[in-house]
């Protein structure tokens, strides 16, 4: 084991992940989970991911889990493809890179394998403070405190440690909401979806700035089977192949409805779309029909404002907890693994324990494209998806 301990707060994506690097590299480390469970709360199905974090998990995983990850992962064709309501072609774009199409519950479970005891489920974060020896003291919802070296924050996007950390750092929102949920793909479901629509990502704009967005996970091997054949014991649930299916409006397209997106149940989400698509193409309809009402739930978009780089201490920062962003881009996630990416090779190289320059190293890079992704996703949200401008700081 190294000299030092590092603390994650949120087994989200980038969280799970960093943690599994340095456990790899004997490197002592504990993550603390707000959630009871993987699956305590809804946070979104099919997450695509581009080759920096695909790259990035080979990485950062054991060649078994890169293993189970292959045997999970989806591959669309790595094409946009923008439709008008009549399902008439406006702009197609096709990738020179590969796309990846995994399952967000999934690619948890897989983070998880392997590395569960260093990982303290329900278990909220309440605020730190620095101790007189320089170490970082961590404040648990139940009262406690946990010492480490680094205290990562990879607290999502309400995050704790940015908010005590850095408080001029801002959460705006869009002035788009957005609704998710999926349609499994059965023989059936399959004929309402042409090749197109196969693509990584396909955008059905209305007339009036909403739309209704499609794009596929399709497995090639059951998550289940997969486990059971590579990591006997892991928790990997059954899955079966789906189409995400959203819709997304500005706030004032919902009008006083926007008050309750949060708190309505799936059948009157599922009312709203139907009503908004009634003079679209009849598959559209169609498409929407058979989306599971149980499957939905609202979110407003919201992205950070990028800010100038700090200066470097003991505690750090990864994914939506510094740099949320416009799912217009879909490269969120993408992001939050680069960062873990990174960061694991910082504080695993870190010579002689020069912590300092290695949290320094790292953060000169992650501010630098992580904003530059922030911003590209405004860019792509204020052409496909009418939201706001990013104030500027
Ligand atoms: C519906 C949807 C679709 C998306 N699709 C894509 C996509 O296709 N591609 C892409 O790249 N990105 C996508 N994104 C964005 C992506 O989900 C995020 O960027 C990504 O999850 C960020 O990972 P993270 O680890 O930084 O944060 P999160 O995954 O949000 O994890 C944060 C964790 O911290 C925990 N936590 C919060 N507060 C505390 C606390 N006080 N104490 C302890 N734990 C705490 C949370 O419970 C959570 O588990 C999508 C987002 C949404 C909502």
Redesign the pocket.
């Known amino acids: 084991m190294s000299k030092f301990t590092i603390i994650i707060?949120?087994?989200?994506?980038?969280?799970?992940?960093l943690a599994q690097a340095l456990r790899r590299h004997g490197v002592a480390v504990s993550v603390?989970?707000?959630?009871l469970a993987l699956d305590s709360?809804r946070?979104?199905?099919?997450?695509?991911?581009?080759s920096v974090?695909w790259d990035a998990l080979h990485q950062l995983l054991p060649p078994v889990l890169v293993d189970l990850l292959t045997a999970t992962t989806g591959t669309p064709r790595p094409r946009f493809t923008l439709l008008d309501r009549d399902l008439n072609e406006l702009f197609g774009q096709e990738s020179a890179e590969p796309a990846f199409a995994v399952d967000?519950l999934t690619l948890r479970a897989i983070l998880l394998t392997g590395i569960e005891d260093s990982v303290v489920f329900g278990?909220?974060?309440?605020g730190y403070h620095t101790a007189g020896d320089g170490r970082i003291a961590v404040h648990l919802?139940d009262g406690s405190t946990v010492h480490g070296d680094v205290l990562v924050g990879?607290?999502?996007?309400?995050?704790?440690?940015r908010q005590q950390y850095l408080p001029n750092a801002r959460i705006v929102e869009t002035g788009v909401w957005?609704i998710?949920g999926a349609i499994p793909l059965t023989d059936d479901t399959r004929k309402l979806f042409d090749d197109r629509m196969f693509g990584v990502f396909t955008m059905i704009t209305g007339a009036d700035g909403s739309f209704v967005g499609v794009?596929p996970v399709e497995f090639p091997e059951n998550p289940a089977a997969a486990a059971a054949r590579l990591t006997p014991g892991s928790m990997l649930a059954s899955v079966s192949d789906y189409m995400t299916c959203?819709f997304g409006a500005r706030s004032d397209w919902f009008g006083p409805a926007e008050q309750s997106l949060r708190h309505v149940d799936g059948d009157q989400l599922h009312d709203i779309i139907a009503t908004a698509v009634l003079t679209w193409h009849p598959r559209v309809q169609e498409i929407i029909a058979h989306c599971d009402p149980m499957t939905l739930f609202a979110?407003p978009l919201r992205s950070s404002v990028p800010i100038p780089a700090w200066n470097t201490t003991r505690v750090t920062l990864?994914?939506?907890?510094i740099h949320?962003?416009s799912?217009a881009s879909?490269?969120?996630?993408?992001?939050?693994l680069r960062?873990a990416a990174g960061l694991a090779s910082a504080l695993t190289h870190a010579v002689d324990g020069d912590l300092h320059a290695a949290l320094r190293d790292y953060e000169q890079h992650m501010v630098d494209y992580g904003f530059t992704a922030v911003r590209a996703g405004a860019a792509n949200g204020e052409r496909f998806l009418d939201q706001k401008p990013l104030p500027l700081q």
């Open positions: 707060v949120g087994a989200g994506l980038g969280g799970l992940a603390y989970e707000r959630d709360r946070q979104g199905y099919r997450l695509h991911l581009d974090a967000r278990t909220p974060v309440t919802s990879a607290d999502g996007i309400n995050s704790v440690v957005q998710y794009a959203s979110l990864l994914g939506d907890a949320a962003m799912p879909g490269s969120g996630a993408c992001t939050a960062d």
